[in-house]
């Protein structure tokens, strides 16, 4: 059961308390009925209408996969810089103005990276890509320079320190070729693929990350676009 203002707030008829006057005015109707007390509790099966126009509740959250361009950085506002959520089309299924507002990125991507970005206004899923205890697995392409140590593969494998309180979790590192790296991750610390390649002896040029545990970057999903993804995907 939710409260009427909360139901047409999160159906994006407007912030919580514009919906709040809409009700006191009489604008809005549960089963044919005006209801006129914005407490008023709802389950989603009733016929809840505005104006007379029945009102689609939509889904609880919502989730957009994003191939985030280098250049724009991982936030939600930002006063001078423009952010992930600035490139994300405003007709995006799902997505209204109420629930904008609301989104934010899973995890980080430093601004000249690339790839795969997910965004949500699920807190619970975002703690549950995120967390280190639950080793989702990160995967990332990086171009590198320089010559990575001959035993790189076995540093990545049993962590190792890159100046942080603890080791970092065990890490998988695949060469492609002398100058590109596939890179899995289980946790997400500022930086990691840079500097752990860093201590192994090259430096990364370019890093695009391509896959979140299940979901992978699609191939034709272009930089600076986005679009929706299902929970069950995730
Ligand atoms: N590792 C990095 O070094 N940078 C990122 O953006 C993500 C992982």
Redesign the pocket.
């Known amino acids: 059961m939710k409260r009427l203002d909360k139901f047409l707030a999160d159906a994006g008829c407007g912030t919580r308390s514009e919906v709040k006057n809409v009700i006191r005015k009489g604008r809005a109707a549960i089963d044919g009925r005006i209801e006129t007390r914005p407490e008023a509790k709802v389950t989603g099966e009733e016929e809840i209408c505005v104006d007379g126009k029945p009102v689609c509740a939509g889904p609880e959250y919502v989730y957009y996969m994003m191939n985030k361009p280098a250049g724009v950085i991982t936030a939600t506002t930002d006063q001078k810089e423009k952010t992930v959520i600035d490139l994300l089309p405003d007709d995006l299924p799902g997505l209204s103005a109420v629930r904008k507002k609301k989104l934010f990125p899973v995890g980080?991507?430093?601004r000249d990276?690339e790839g795969l970005l997910l965004i949500t206004d699920d807190g619970n899923l975002a703690h549950e890509l995120l967390s280190p205890k639950k080793h989702v697995e990160k995967e990332?392409y990086a171009k590198i320079s320089g010559e990575l140590a001959e035993d790189a593969e076995e540093r990545f494998q049993k962590g190792m320190d890159i100046g942080d309180d603890k080791p970092t979790l065990p890490a998988r590192l695949t060469r492609i070729s002398d100058s590109e790296i596939l890179v899995v991750l289980s946790e997400?610390r500022f930086?990691?693929?840079?500097?752990m390649t860093e201590a192994c002896g090259a430096r990364?040029t370019y890093?695009k990350?391509i896959r979140m545990g299940n979901l992978v970057l699609p191939p034709d999903l272009e930089p600076g676009k986005s679009r929706p993804v299902s929970r069950e995907a995730l």
Do not use: A, P, S
Request: charged content about 35%; cysteine-free.
């Open positions: 980080r991507l430093d990276t990332y997400g930086h990691q693929v840079k500097r990364v890093l990350r």
